[in-house]
């Protein structure tokens, strides 16, 4: 019998892993879970749409390399299927002009024993992202007659889901870390929301 998904713990040596791709990566405009994430001096801010080929190339170079050196080591590396990042998501609760990337499956898949789960992220411009991994998934469900495919409830990610105004220019770096420590993000409590790492 094949065990393809097989993962208990965090120390036992790595077999098999899925490393990310760059292709057609794209600066995500900005949303209620994403306001703050690029800094203030940043000459990215304000920007979003496909990212420049030249970072989208050394990233790939990076990923490729990643995956050479893992299989140098004995590591079997799967890949997504990157889809073409630069088009809307659209839902009757949300628009947004773009997607993002296939970059971190770590954010996206949650392994846990046999079992993979595809997690209910708070990006918006992440709605669609685990529709790349989606081949890897069945080929392992047809292959491994153990594997576990789930799905975390789809989330709506209307605005009932975010905190408005949460991220505030006013408000200070102590302030931010203070909130951090008292688990108080950008997300509400309305629906069920994570991400995988």
């Given at each position: ?41 940043s000459?990215?801010?304000g920007?979003?749409g ?10 790939n ?5 990643l ?118 993000f ?12």
């Open positions: 019998m094949t065990k393809i998904v097989n993962s208990w713990n965090d120390f036992d040596p790595l077999k098999h892993v899925i490393v990310g791709r760059a292709d057609h990566s794209c600066v995500p405009p900005e949303e209620p879970a994403t306001s703050e994430k690029v800094p203030i001096d000459p990215m801010r920007m979003w496909p990212r420049p080929l030249e970072t989208v190339e050394k990233a170079a990076q990923l490729d390399n995956a050479r050196v893992l299989e140098e080591r004995g590591v079997k590396v799967d890949r997504p299927s990157p889809l073409q990042w630069n088009q809307p998501v659209i839902t009757p609760d949300f628009r947004t002009g773009s997607m993002m990337t296939c970059m971190p499956p770590r954010d996206t898949l949650l392994t846990i024993g046999n079992e993979i789960i595809e997690a209910a992220m708070s990006f918006r411009c992440r709605y669609w992202e685990y529709l790349a991994f989606r081949p890897l998934l069945s080929q392992y469900f047809n292959e491994d007659p153990e594997f576990l495919w789930s799905q975390a409830p789809r989330p709506r990610l209307s605005d009932k889901s975010y905190k408005h105004n949460y991220y505030d220019e006013r408000i200070s770096l102590e302030e931010r870390l203070v909130r951090t420590a008292n688990k108080d950008v997300t509400t409590e309305e629906e069920i929301l994570f991400d995988a790492a």
